[in-house]
């Protein structure tokens, strides 16, 4: 079945870096887009970030453009959603998810990780 | 911007029907999308493209979009059906959620 794990969520100190990932299974990897979205504490969605399937294309929102960098690496089956120049605001459960079909973007989301959560703090 | 406007809250007898709405300019004119979250969980898809349900989504959630609000009916609710939902469209290079509606079955 189709699996995403994220890892790397933490606390880090204002103005710090992290870098998250997402491993995927279950599905090939290389044939679907794929998004970040997070979810600061008693809040709602937020969409991030995406990337094609090949790489090739990366959207961002604008609350995180310039900031965040999202990648994958097909041969790895590993998306990553590098964290930069971080505020408290960002603090977050921070979700990768799938592109529904495969291709180019449908820009709707199944399945979903469980999410890891990114805690920016002094 | 394009936004997404959500009730904060619905509340529906066990047993009846539940309806979340989720209004948009000229909504009908994009793809609407929504999700179930229990707390403590990931988000859920549980309609696309307005009305289509995922494979597994029991057949009591169902959904409509016209003029400027698209509609998330849950028939027969149970209390596992209770939790945040969302709404969601993919807007040229963004994707936008509302902001979220909490079902309560009473």
């Known amino acids: 079945q189709v699996q995403l794990v994220e890892s790397g969520g933490g606390v880090v100190q204002p103005g710090g870096s992290l870098r998250l990932s997402c491993a995927a299974s279950g599905f090939t990897f290389s044939s679907y887009g794929m998004h970040w979205v997070r979810q600061a504490p008693g809040k709602g969605l937020e969409w991030l970030a995406f990337?094609?399937?090949?790489?090739?294309?990366?959207y961002y929102a604008d609350s995180v453009k310039g900031r965040f960098t999202i990648s994958r690496d097909n041969s790895k089956n590993m998306l990553n959603l590098q964290l930069s120049s971080l505020r408290a605001e960002d603090t977050a459960v921070y979700y990768c998810a799938k592109d529904f079909l495969e291709g180019l973007i449908k820009g709707w989301f199944d399945p979903w990780g469980q999410g890891t959560l990114v805690t920016v703090s002094s | 911007s394009y936004e997404l406007t959500q009730p904060l809250s619905v509340s529906v007898a066990l047993g009846q029907t539940a309806r979340i709405t989720c209004g948009g300019n000229n909504i009908v004119s994009k793809n609407v999308h929504w999700y179930q979250q229990k707390p403590g969980q990931a988000p859920v898809l549980v309609i696309y493209r307005d009305s289509d349900r995922p494979s597994g989504i029991p057949e009591r959630f169902s959904g409509s979009n016209s003029g400027n609000t698209a509609t998330l009916t849950i028939s027969r609710a149970q209390a596992g059906d209770e939790g945040d939902y969302y709404c969601?469209?993919?807007?040229?290079?963004?994707?936008?959620f509302g902001g979220g509606t909490k079902l309560t079955v009473l």
């Open positions: 990337i094609r399937y090949d790489g090739n294309d990366k």
């Open positions: 969601q469209v993919w807007d040229t290079t963004t994707a936008l």
